[in-house]
């Protein structure tokens, strides 16, 4: 009886492991994202909205924004690897973001009755050095679209279709090769 126990107790804790790494790290083949068949139309813009932050006005943005590039960050206050994920982000932003809708965007429930107050979101993007559009996705429609784990960065050219998307800490360099993609194939439909 006692291995038994043993067996399944050893079971449980793989299976909250594994469902921990997919949650931060995404599923192995989650780096092609495109979904759409050449043919399919890309999915209509998504408003979402956006918080008075650093870098970031309060209001909404469409995303993605149709007729240039955009760049998601889908992340959480509560991940540690989003918080290892800033610095790149920083960088990249600074290096690119000027060619692209460039936003992190957060599923959290931010609220008074929320896992976390705009007042403890605008905090954490402080203290973080966020500098770009910080966006809110509370019922997730962003996140279903462009799934996997957080981080998770998604580039989207100006027609609506994923270019790059990859989840899991991603270097400046990588990130600027995700957006860049994204970029040539604007200037492919030109």
């Known amino acids: 009886m006692r291995r038994r126990e043993v067996l399944a107790g050893v079971g449980s804790a793989g299976v909250v492991v594994g469902g921990g790494a997919v949650a931060v790290y995404g599923l192995p083949s989650s780096d092609d994202l495109r979904g759409e068949e050449s043919g399919d139309e890309p999915p209509e813009p998504l408003e979402i909205e956006t918080v008075d932050a650093a ?31 800033m610095p790149a982000l920083g960088e990249a932003n600074e290096r690119i973001g000027d060619e692209v809708l460039f936003c992190s965007v957060t599923n959290e ?51 609506g279709r994923v270019q790059w998307a990859e989840s899991g800490i991603k270097t400046a360099d990588e990130l600027v090769s995700g957006i860049e993609q994204a970029l040539e194939a604007d200037a492919g439909d030109k």
């Open 55 to 85: 870098g970031s006005d309060a209001g909404t943005i469409e995303v993605p924004d149709l007729g240039r590039a955009t760049f998601v960050d889908l992340f959480g206050t509560w991940c540690g690897p989003c918080i290892e994920q």
């Open 109 to 159: 429930s931010v609220g008074p009755n929320g896992s976390v107050t705009e007042a403890e979101l605008v905090e954490w993007w402080d203290e973080h050095d966020g500098n770009w559009t910080l966006g809110l996705d509370p019922a997730a429609e962003l996140t279903a679209r462009y799934p996997g784990g957080v981080p998770r960065g998604v580039a989207i050219d100006a027609s």
